[in-house]
């Protein structure tokens, strides 16, 4: 089974940068399509960014372009989400999630959650 584990999120403040990451396992995870998610108290969960198996091509929410950048290091197991310029509107429980589905286009099938890493940008 897939399984991931972030890390990184904390406190700070407006203008500040955080970088998230995502541990994973899994035989074949350089072939996995991979995505970060974000929830806020009494909202819904929202997409964020994703990247393709390869690394090749990344995908983001309006709402972070130019702002964030999704990353993988294949040979580390682990994607990463930097995050420059956090704006309180930010603060959410951050997710990342993989489609186990072996080198596959998108669409993608996100499957597998990791347990969540907190982000708090405060004014």
């Known amino acids: 089974q897939v399984q991931l584990v972030e890390s990184g999120g904390g406190l700070v403040q407006a203008g500040d940068s955080l970088r998230l990451s995502c541990a994973a396992s899994?035989?074949?995870?350089?072939?996995?399509?991979m995505g970060w998610f974000r929830q806020a108290p009494g909202k819904e969960r929202e997409f964020v960014a994703a990247?393709?198996?390869?690394?090749?091509?990344?995908y983001y929410a309006d709402s972070v372009k130019g702002r964030f950048t999704i990353s993988r290091d294949n040979a580390k197991n682990t994607v990463y989400l930097q995050m420059n310029s956090l704006r309180p509107g930010d603060t959410a429980v951050y997710y990342c999630?993989?489609?186990?589905?072996?080198?596959?286009?998108?669409?993608?099938?996100?499957?597998?959650w990791g347990q969540g890493t907190q982000v708090t940008v405060s004014s």
């Open positions: 899994g035989r074949t995870f350089s072939s996995y399509a």
């Open positions: 990247i393709s198996w390869s690394g090749g091509n990344t």
């Open positions: 999630a993989a489609d186990e589905r072996v080198g596959v286009p998108p669409p993608y099938e996100f499957d597998y």
